[in-house]
């Protein structure tokens, strides 16, 4: 075989190995067959709005409207967009208009030419170079599509989480006014008691420390309350000077359990595996890119140009001329076989990442609903306490007034059923952030207004175009005699 044979011959090998690259993905993971438990209700896309907070549910709604996290995201999706629009420009011809003038003067003469015309230019896209590039990137914009409903999800996530947080703090304010009023009621009831000798006055700067100390974890919540107001109002878009006012109302009630679903229909709904699944058939398709660019390019140009020394004579005669080029590469540093490389370690790169992505969204679910149940079972136990303390304190109380025990044993009791009290509250807001937790472990991704909007305005497009195409085929009336 002559060299000429060979050099065809390594073309075409690399032809079917670069057809090769064009496969189905394969899962790296294998879902299993459930999820350890089963729920009773359908997770819908707007998930917060089971919570039945009309309030809460405003407040979702402006910061998927406003949020500049959102907006940066959407943005991205669109430039995606753009660019994989302009990648597949590639696959049609160019087409450009020339005019152009040129002088020359000697010692005696001025020679002055001009031309005008049009040339062509269209790449054949023989072993689908850039077909690969423009399936790359319209899978990269689908990929980016997939990152800003996670985007998007995520968002909702932390308005409801952050909400719940300042229902939290704003109960446990109220219960801590309510704990410090009681204390000093107390401490009231000491200081008469005093006056008729029955107690020691350390009995009284015990209680004395102890409604300040109550009175500190007020203003430890009331900077915590402030510090949320402010995280949402940024949330929302919107500047921290005017935080949102919440009156303290009791937590909501969790909803049921959600119904999990099969491990595949997660892996098929979460956006953020979605999108790792996208990024892995992008990287696929530049490594079929980078294979084909080793083969031979063939470029087909026509050109229609007409030239004359006075423009006035320009239309009066054209020349037309088609050329198609060959261009093989033969030696190139090892650049191209480096890419191919190099695009092979991402492809593989993306493949691991598509499979933690899907492990990690397992745990999530499973780590979620686990924590759930064990706070529920604490919960329990904290009202358990909760009962046991006010009943102990009433007792030490009675014995105390009786002169059985010291005041030490009551106000021990007394701090022990704040306390429990507070832990209690805390543990109600943690098992609604948890529900929170599991809820976006298992939704999916839902249209925002930009989508809808979006779509609104390419559907008007498309039906101006249709109404343009219907008037331009329209034959006008016959002319009346």
């Known amino acids: 075989m002559n060299g000429w044979g060979k050099l065809l011959g390594g073309w075409l090998l690399t032809l079917l190995l670069g057809c090769a690259t064009q496969k189905e993905l394969v899962s790296p993971v294998v879902p299993p067959s459930s999820f350890t438990f089963e729920g009773v209700e359908t997770v819908p896309d707007r998930w917060w709005r089971v919570f039945r907070e009309p309030e809460l549910n405003a407040h979702v709604e402006r910061a998927l409207t406003a949020n500049f996290n959102l907006e940066s995201a959407w943005q991205r999706l669109r430039a995606a967009r753009a660019l994989a629009d302009r990648t597949a420009s590639d696959q049609y011809p160019d087409l450009d208009a020339l005019f152009e003038t040129e002088y020359e003067q000697d010692a005696m003469v001025l020679d002055e030419r001009f031309a005008l015309g049009f040339v062509a230019e269209y790449e054949v896209d023989l072993w689908g170079r850039i077909r690969s590039r423009t399936r790359a990137e319209r899978f990269r914009a689908q990929a980016t599509y997939f990152d800003y409903q996670a985007t998007a999800l995520t968002l909702a996530a932390e308005v409801v989480s952050t909400w719940f947080a300042l229902a939290e703090a704003q109960n446990q304010r109220a219960l801590l006014l309510r704990q410090v009023a009681i204390n000093e009621k107390v401490e009231k009831s000491l200081k008469a008691r005093f006056g008729g000798g029955l107690i020691r006055s350390a009995d009284i700067l015990r209680q004395q420390q102890l409604v300040e100390a109550t009175r500190e974890q007020v203003l430890a919540v009331e900077a915590d309350i402030a510090v ?66 080793q083969y031979p390019r063939i470029t087909l140009t026509a050109s229609l140009v007409s030239a004359a020394t006075n423009p006035s004579d320009l239309l009066n005669e054209w020349i037309r001329s088609m050329t198609a080029s060959l261009v093989a590469p033969l030696i190139d540093g090892g650049e191209r076989a480096a890419e191919v490389d190099r695009s092979e370690a991402v492809e593989a790169q993306r493949l691991a990442e598509y499979g933690q992505t899907i492990l990690i969204a397992f745990q999530e679910v499973e780590d979620a609903w686990e924590l759930e149940l064990k706070q529920r079972q604490r919960i329990a136990s904290l009202l358990k306490q909760v009962e046991l303390a006010q009943r102990t304190n009433r007792r030490l109380t009675i014995e105390y007034f009786n002169g059985v025990v010291e005041y030490l044993d009551v106000l021990t009791a007394l701090v022990e059923e704040q306390q429990l009290q507070r832990d209690l509250l805390e543990a109600r807001g943690d098992r609604l952030q948890l529900r929170v937790a599991l809820y976006r472990a298992l939704a999916g991704g839902f249209e925002t207004e930009r989508e809808l909007a979006a779509a609104y305005a390419a559907l008007r497009k498309q039906e101006a175009f249709e109404a343009w195409q219907k008037n331009k085929n329209l034959k006008p009336p016959p002319k009346r005699r």
């Open 228 to 293: 949320l107001q402010n995280q949402l109002a940024v949330l929302e878009g919107r500047a921290p000077m005017n935080p949102t006012t919440y009156q303290a109302e009791p937590l909501p009630e969790v909803p049921p359990v959600p119904e999990a679903g099969l491990p595949s229909e997660l892996v098929q709904r979460r956006p953020d595996v979605r999108e790792a699944y996208y990024l892995v058939k992008a990287a696929n398709q530049d490594l079929a890119a980078a294979i084909s660019d």
